[in-house]
């Protein structure tokens, strides 16, 4: 059975993800992975779910060692959630455009979380016997159903994703060998470059809270914006053959200062011949 791990810090009253999901499933499939010290007030909100006590004691680089430590304390199948994004399924809608049909993605708002959880899981459920580690697509920008559906291969994991953890060496792959920050593009350029092909679904998909960002979180980091530059550049360094930095405009303007991040895409590069 796949074991739901939503990270949370600092939002012991606000977990997005959790919306819609019944006592029965948040009991049979979620767990809440908070630090020691918060355990007990998430719990006044949120008493059906599982929790993993993450502990203390995690230094300068709390959201890499809050993710490594999930990996090293689950087991099994796992999917890996930010608190304020949701799970959906995707609805295809086939409309005109430039006078050719065009097969919009788009979320479908008759179902719920709640509804479709189990049908998501099972899906899954397949997809990670195929690869270890991937992720959700998200619907903020039109894409064509006909180069993406149901899923689409290597491609960024991010937000929601996803690992076997019985096929992976968790201290080979781990967040701690990376940037303190975009972690998540770290972990897809190490699995890739170990040979992993990584899957990006979009027959289901996931929505991020409505408003912008919460507070807690990666936000009460002092200095968001300069740590997040930095780990563009390492990854830059590090994969310059997928990662290519460019301007960052959500943190620059949330920050008030210049921010960088990566663009990466994935490919595998052809081996010339010996002779």
């Known amino acids: 059975m796949i074991k739901i791990c939503i990270i949370s810090y600092k939002r012991p009253t606000d977990v997005y993800a959790l919306d819609n999901i019944s006592p029965e499933l948040q009991k049979k499939y979620f767990w809440l992975c908070v630090r020691d010290e918060e355990v007990e007030e998430y719990k006044k909100t949120y008493p059906h779910c599982n929790y993993l006590n993450l502990g203390t004691d995690f ?17 099994g199948k796992i999917l890996v959630l930010d608190d304020d994004i949701t799970l959906h399924k995707t609805l295809i809608d086939i409309r005109p455009y430039k006078d050719e049909p065009y097969h919009y993605m788009k979320y479908d708002n ?10 998501l899981l099972e899906y899954l459920d397949g997809l990670m016997e195929l690869t270890p580690h991937g992720s959700f697509g998200h619907h903020s920008f039109p894409r064509d159903a006909r180069g993406h559906y149901p899923y689409v291969n290597n491609k960024v994991a991010l937000l929601a994703v996803w690992f076997n953890l ?18 998540d593009v770290y972990m897809s350029c190490r699995f890739f470059e170990l040979g992993y092909d990584l899957i ?15 507070d807690g979180g990666c936000n009460s980091h002092p200095n968001r914006g300069l740590a997040h530059s930095e780990s563009a550049s390492w990854l830059a360094q590090k994969y310059p053959q997928w990662c290519k930095l460019k301007r960052s405009k959500i943190y620059s303007e949330a920050t008030g200062m210049e921010v960088n991040t990566v663009n990466c895409k994935l490919y595998k590069l052809d081996t010339l011949p010996l002779f």
């Open 200 to 214: 990006k679904v979009n027959k289901f998909c996931i929505r991020n809270k409505r408003g912008g960002s919460q």
């Open 59 to 75: 230094g300068p680089r709390g959201v890499v060692e809050t993710r490594q430590r999930v990996n090293e304390m689950m087991s």
């Open 110 to 119: 008759t179902l719920t979380t709640n509804d479709i959880l189990e049908e």
């Open 166 to 183: 019985d096929v992976i060496d968790t201290d080979q792959i781990s967040y701690r060998h990376g940037p303190e920050f975009i972690e």
